[in-house]
């Protein structure tokens, strides 16, 4: 595990855990964004797991400190003073943050720039979908127990890369993240051609991916063949 920071012009510091896939570069990347519940140990260990797709997976502290009742199932790590502050997902500063990271991301040595996924969790998730429908550019994207917006649903045609639905079908945080706006997601990705792959957890609430062992474990080989599929080493 490798720690990085870097001062993100009219944001703040920010720091990243980056994990590397052992072989020689450059490889694909993928940037773990974390819900509102903030930066933890777990998002550091998803990083690990997933550099074993033969990707650099890079965990960074986008926002401090977090909030809510998904601190119960987290192991919070401190983030460097002046770390941008929470906000909506469609705020300006935070569409600058997470350009910032991904900008980050693919100037990391041993990084294919032209080869970059996602993953958001939560709250990461709105900020995530709101980076691609504002012209970001990302080679795959998976979220995890995101929230499921009008807005999204009807632009899913403006997603052009694959897509990856983790959901549980007893998600209750909120309205935007019932299972069947997930669905009404994946429904209207099909409908406009796009590529998508969903699973839906019976059982599963919103933080399962981090408290339950076995649900933990099928998503995690779930989203290595899916990174592998999806984005090209050479």
């Not at 980056?18 to 450059?26: E, N, Q």
Request: with cysteine; hydrophobic share 40%; aromatic share 8%.
């Amino acid at each position: 595990m490798e720690w990085r920071s870097f001062q993100a012009a009219g944001v703040g510091p920010i720091l990243m855990a980056v994990a590397r896939p052992a072989g020689k570069g450059p490889f694909p990347a993928i940037v773990i964004l974390h819900g509102s519940h903030g930066f933890a140990r777990e998002y550091v260990e998803l990083a690990k797991e997933l550099s074993h797709a033969g990707v650099v997976a890079v965990a960074p502290c986008w926002f401090a400190p977090g909030e809510g009742a998904g601190m119960n199932f987290i192991s919070p790590l401190d983030c460097p003073a002046g770390t941008p502050k929470l906000s909506t997902h469609q705020s300006e500063k935070s569409g600058r943050t997470i350009n910032a990271v991904v900008d980050a991301v693919r100037n990391l040595p041993g990084v294919r720039a032209d080869q970059v996924a996602l993953f958001r969790h939560s709250r990461g998730g709105g900020a995530a979908w709101n980076y691609v429908l504002h012209g970001g550019k990302a080679q795959a994207l998976i979220l995890n127990s995101a929230g499921y917006t009008d807005e999204l649903i009807q632009a899913a045609v403006k997603f052009d890369a694959p897509v990856l639905i983790l959901h549980g079908e007893k998600d209750t945080v909120g309205p935007m993240t019932n299972v069947q706006r997930a669905r009404k997601f994946e429904t209207a990705l099909r409908k406009a051609g796009r590529e998508v792959d969903a699973v839906y957890y019976p059982g599963g609430e919103h933080g399962s991916f981090f408290i339950s062992p076995s649900q933990h474990a099928d998503e995690i080989e779930r989203m290595r063949a899916f990174l592998r599929q999806n984005l090209r080493r050479n």
